[in-house]
């Protein structure tokens, strides 16, 4: 093929060429026995004129049909003024066939290929046709996109002197983290891989090793009930440094991403990133990854309320609670199905119910609670909360944490019905970044009667808190950091734990991993450990999430080439799949169906 073009490249510059030009037949339309094509390609599309005169083609330009491909020699004209179409690049020119070249005849496609018809369609069939669903122009721009992030951030790193190095992705199990795939070994027969939930230790053993500056577009898997923004496989932007401290990390991924939304976007970015604490977050917006585009942020009635009569916020404070509101302005209209739906979120989230006070456009409240306050208390929940006609309250009394999750979500909820009315003041600014800082170290287990890691057991304690470990492990904060985008967590790290005492400690004292499983799991660790560590530190930058906030798309399937459906299936190949007897035998593996199992009915 001697194609000469593409599909977006001819202009008036080009009138009179001779142009070969190859592709899909993206539309094609017969005027009166004039005959013209949208030929497509990855770049875009040209308008072909075929007379059914010329002896070339004149019957084999019947047997056409969209999505076949087809190579078009011809010559360049001009349109017309009155035929000019200014939406696309090639919009003043038509190619005037010649000669016709027909690769393959199409079958009709099971659904239409225009990008609005498409996206009405049912996900699963374009799932199960994605070779198709790919050719769409809004598909390939998320790949370009995606392939333009990536190499951005090679780009990036190899300027700040990193190392691209891949690690296995056959690891051995370690249950603390997600539920991982199992990969049973055929020469160790009875013994099993886990494909690496992340490259974490191996990228650990790599700054023990001096390699000092190490990243890699790593595959990661993890076994988990999917949503929007998660997957069974997945990329992050693996990095590790020695010899660093969480300013260095900071600064480091601040210039990563302005690099790539300048490259990609050609947007800049501004740094450096505000901080929170994860206190301060949690207080003000109820999650530890807030979107700060907008406010309707929580404010703390616990002074308000502390000599109150109501018996249920007054039980609450007596046991160590919290009573905390946000003001949701303009919601007072919500109807009754919303507010139904409000009050199911809290009860998901462990809430009895949602307690709210309604202010009408008149100014009246209207609330089931309201009759337990009195009217200096309503006075100063006015002023505390900026009450006005319109503006709906939501409460929470509970326990710290449990006040908080409850209202962060509902806060989320508020603003997308407030978005759906266009009352809800959102930032100028598009992007907005954020890393969260200060996070507790541990986390107490209710079920489990014992600590937890807060992020993963290989966070370093902030120096000032480590004399807390055997006494108060829960006030340790931890050396742990998360990049937040818009409400989205897109990067979490910490800087690591290099003295084998400290890493011992955490996990056998604090942890209580009895000391046989430390050793069986970690064991080559705490050993290499003991070879001249150094201080490292490093992050994980998920890099599905960040393509497709970078493409302005709510899934992360929309970004991945060939992305698994929520029951974890790839429709066009209809994996998982059954092994065969043969395969079972060699792997040492028998199957049983559930009703076998002892214990599962």
């Known amino acids: 093929m001697k194609r000469t073009h593409t599909c977006n490249a001819l202009t008036r510059a080009e009138v009179g ?187 650990q053993m790599l700054m023990v090793a001096g390699v000092e500056r190490y990243y890699q577009l790593a595959r990661c898997f993890r076994d988990e009930d999917l949503r929007a923004d998660r997957q069974p496989e997945f990329t992050q932007i693996d990095l590790e440094m020695s010899f660093i401290d969480r300013e260095d990390m900071y600064a480091l991924v601040e210039g990563m991403l302005k690099r790539i939304w300048k490259d990609v976007l050609n947007i800049d970015i501004p740094t450096p990133f505000p901080r929170m604490p994860y206190e301060e977050a949690m207080n003000r917006y109820g999650v530890d990854k807030p979107d700060t585009r907008f406010g309707l942020e929580l404010v703390d009635l616990g002074d308000l309320f502390k000599d109150t009569e109501f018996k249920v916020f007054r039980g609450v404070m007596d046991n160590g609670g919290v009573i905390k509101a946000f003001n949701a302005k303009g919601l007072a209209d919500a109807t009754q199905g919303e507010m139904r739906d409000l009050e199911n979120t809290a009860k998901s989230l462990g809430a009895k119910g949602l307690a709210f006070i309604r202010v009408s456009a008149e100014g009246e409240w209207k609330s089931p609670i309201l009759k337990f306050f009195t009217e200096a208390e309503q006075a100063a929940l006015k002023d505390k909360l900026a009450m006005e006609p319109g503006d709906l309250i939501f409460f929470a009394a509970a326990e710290w944490d449990r006040a908080c999750a409850i209202l962060g979500r509902i806060r989320l909820e508020a603003g997308k019905l407030l978005t759906a009315r266009k009352r809800l003041e959102v930032s100028d600014q598009p992007y907005h970044f954020l890393w969260v800082i200060e996070f507790p170290l541990m986390i107490f287990d209710e079920d489990e009667g014992r600590y937890v890691s807060a992020h993963h057991p290989f966070t370093s304690p902030v120096p000032e808190d480590a004399h807390l470990l055997d006494s108060d492990p829960k006030a340790v904060r931890g050396q742990h950091y998360d990049c937040v985008l818009n409400g989205m967590e897109i990067a979490g790290g910490s800087i690591r734990i290099h003295q084998p005492e400290l890493q011992r400690k955490v996990f056998q004292d604090v942890l209580q991993i009895p000391e046989d499983v430390v050793k069986e799991r970690f064991g080559y660790m705490l050993e290499a450990f003991r070879f001249g560590a150094p201080p490292h530190g490093g992050i994980a930058i998920g890099f599905d999430r960040m393509v497709s906030v970078l493409c302005d798309r709510p899934y992360i399937r929309d970004v991945i080439a060939f992305p698994k459906t929520q029951r974890g299936q790839d429709l066009m190949n209809d994996a998982p799949a059954v092994a065969t007897p043969r395969q079972l035998k060699d792997l040492h593996i028998e199957t049983v169906e559930e009703a076998d199992i002892p214990g599962i009915e």
């Open 17 to 203: 060429q001779a142009v070969t030009l190859v592709g899909w037949v993206d539309t094609l339309r017969d005027h009166g026995g004039i005959i013209f094509v949208d030929l497509r390609d990855r770049e875009g599309r040209t308008q072909i004129v075929f007379d059914p005169n010329n002896a070339d083609f004149q019957e084999s330009i019947y047997q056409v049909k969209p999505e076949s491909v087809i190579e078009v020699v011809g010559s360049v004209r001009a349109r017309e003024a009155n035929e000019v179409n200014s939406r696309l690049p090639t919009g003043e020119i038509e190619v005037i066939a010649e000669k016709l070249v027909i690769h393959n005849i199409s079958d009709t496609p099971p659904f239409p290929m225009e990008d609005e018809k498409a996206q009405r369609v049912n996900e699963d069939l374009r799932l199960q046709y994605r070779y198709l669903d790919l050719r769409r122009p809004s598909m390939y721009r998320n790949l370009h996109v995606r392939s333009k992030t990536a190499k951005a951030t090679r780009d990036y790193l190899d300027e700040q002197d990193f190392l691209e190095i891949e690690t296995p992705m056959l690891f051995k199990s370690t249950p603390e983290g997600a539920r991982e795939f199992l990969v049973p070994s055929r020469l160790h027969p009875g013994k099993f891989y886990a494909l690496a939930q992340s490259p974490q230790q191996y990228k």
